[in-house]
């Protein structure tokens, strides 16, 4: 793996200033390293809980993860998840839904979605607690962004430009190498993790499969609700009792 790649990933993935996301001739945004990015995303919000549940206790923590992945990724998966509710739950043809998913104004969709995921994702971390949570949010960052993958390499692209355009098309080699770099998150708590991979892939298919419906295909916001929503899932699998 090239490392103009992994920097291209990271970029792709989050706002730190590692590369340019042009990337190398070929790699598609270095889309096969997606799930590495996050687990480094989330063993980050993992401290941030640790520190945070230290001081304010874990209500605070799980605010301070969720906080610290939005800084980390500029909140982009979270306004891809916010403008995929207004678009695609929008009444109208595939041209209106599609302008009103650009549209940078969030309509009473998108503020409801946003706010209870946002809502979800914090009371499920406040649950799981410092130690559970920290397999579950290392498992979450990898299942969420190989979601993403998965729908790059399956769904097509329906806008005519955007950056997304360059990561999308085919690439069983890529999704396999995406694959074997999620595997490992599994480990350390095997039965939650499958369970985990299941709600990934449930929730990623979901998604795809109503943008798929309203729009015809994917785009950049497309991939941001697939995250969120399977970011969520394989959180949600780690407070069931096994």
Do not use: N
């Amino acid at each position: 793996m090239r490392t103009s790649s992994i920097r291209s990933a990271v970029a792709f993935l989050t706002i730190l200033p590692v590369a340019g996301r042009d990337g190398a001739p070929g790699d598609r945004l270095g889309r096969a390293v997606f799930p590495a990015v996050g687990i480094l995303l989330g063993l980050v919000a993992w401290i941030a809980l640790w520190l945070g549940s230290l001081l304010a206790g874990p209500l605070f923590g799980a605010v301070a993860a969720l906080a610290t992945l939005a800084l980390l990724t500029g909140g982009l998966h979270l306004d891809g998840f916010a403008d995929c509710a207004d678009g695609l739950l929008a009444l109208g043809s595939r041209e209106r839904r599609l302008e009103i998913m650009r549209d940078p104004r969030l309509g009473a969709f998108g503020v409801i979605a946003l706010v209870l995921l946002l809502l979800a994702d914090a009371a499920v971390l406040q649950r799981l607690g410092v130690r559970a949570a920290l397999p579950a949010l290392v498992a979450a960052g990898a299942l969420s962004r190989l979601s993403i993958l998965v729908v790059l390499v399956t769904l097509p692209y329906v806008r005519p430009e955007g950056l997304g355009k360059l990561a999308a098309g085919r690439g069983g080699r890529e999704l396999a190498l995406g694959a074997l770099l999620a595997g490992p998150v599994l480990l350390p708590d095997w039965r939650h993790g499958l369970l985990g991979a299941a709600g990934a892939a449930a929730a990623g298919a979901g998604v795809a499969w109503l943008a798929h419906r309203r729009v015809g295909g994917a785009t950049g916001d497309v991939y941001g609700a697939v995250s969120e929503t399977a970011q969520l899932a394989v959180l949600l699998a780690f407070v069931v009792p096994l």
